[in-house]
């Protein structure tokens, strides 16, 4: 019996278990670890080459890396996802376009609350994404269109969502959303902790819920992967210009 019979028709996931276990690996994988994996070879290894990255290339290589091990572990659930976004390709269009609306509205009432709690908006990892894309527009773009909102929306939307929602829909919102929320700023957390750091975290639900939301009720992690798509492109295309 397949993975998406089994999963039964009200939310098909074509995930196989050695997909589903080597998804959960790598989120964590992702996460956590890649980090102190790529500032390990980038301060000790690269040098010995002969070259040191900047941060711009380092998040390239850290995605890209994601993105290959997607492509080479989880291609089945990928393609077979892609099969359920063009047996119903208008529930697709319709969770982009209205999860797009969604996400611009939420985070203006996320970001006009915060306002009365802190004094000055700059959350540090849209700070650093910001300073990276002025200085390099065409790598981000490549970064924040093409490569991360595959990677993330696989991991987060397809492994952790996707696998909780046939188990409980409301678990899967809250624990996908607070691991995107976390990924974006553990580090931070990690290195230099400030309590206003967990205040930044309520930028992030916005786009975890609608994220969640399109994928529920697309039946596809195509609909919030091209969602993620139009969400960095209009981002970046702002800061750019």
């Keep these: ?23 959960w ?30 941060s711009t290339w380092l998040n390239l290589l850290y995605y890209a890396v994601g993105f290959v091990y997607l492509l080479g572990f989880l291609f089945h659930y990928l393609k077979e996802s892609f099969s359920d976004m063009c047996g119903n390709f208008m529930n697709t269009v ?14 203006n009432v996320v970001n006009y609350g ?13 700070a650093a994404v910001n300073a990276s894309t002025k200085l390099n527009p065409n790598k981000m773009l490549v970064i924040g269109v093409l490569l991360a909102p595959v990677v993330e929306e696989t ?38 902790f400030h309590p206003t750091l967990l205040w930044y975290l309520l ?4 786009a975890g819920l609608v994220l969640g939301w399109a994928y529920d009720y697309s039946k596809t992690v195509w609909a919030p992967v091209f969602l993620h798509m139009m969400i960095n492109y209009v981002v970046i ?4 210009g």
């Design 94 to 107: 319709i969770a982009v376009l209205v999860g797009f609306v969604a996400y611009i509205f939420l985070s």
């Design 203 to 206: 930028q992030y639900l916005p």
């Design 155 to 192: 991991l987060f939307r397809g492994v952790v969502f996707g696998s909780l929602r046939r188990a409980n829909v409301i678990l899967a919102y809250l624990v996908s959303t607070l691991f995107f929320s976390i990924y974006h700023l553990w580090s931070y957390m990690f290195y230099d």
């Design 237 to 240: 295309s702002i800061q750019v």
């Design 114 to 126: 915060l306002g009365f709690v802190l004094r000055d908006l700059v959350n540090p990892n849209s």
């Design 1 to 23: 019996m397949s993975a998406k019979k089994r999963a039964g028709a009200g939310f098909p996931y074509p995930m196989t278990q050695v997909e589903l276990v080597l998804g």
């Design 25 to 54: 690996v790598y989120v964590f994988v992702h996460m956590f670890a890649m980090t102190f994996i790529l500032s390990g070879l980038n301060g000790y290894v690269f040098p010995l080459l002969g070259f040191q990255l900047n």
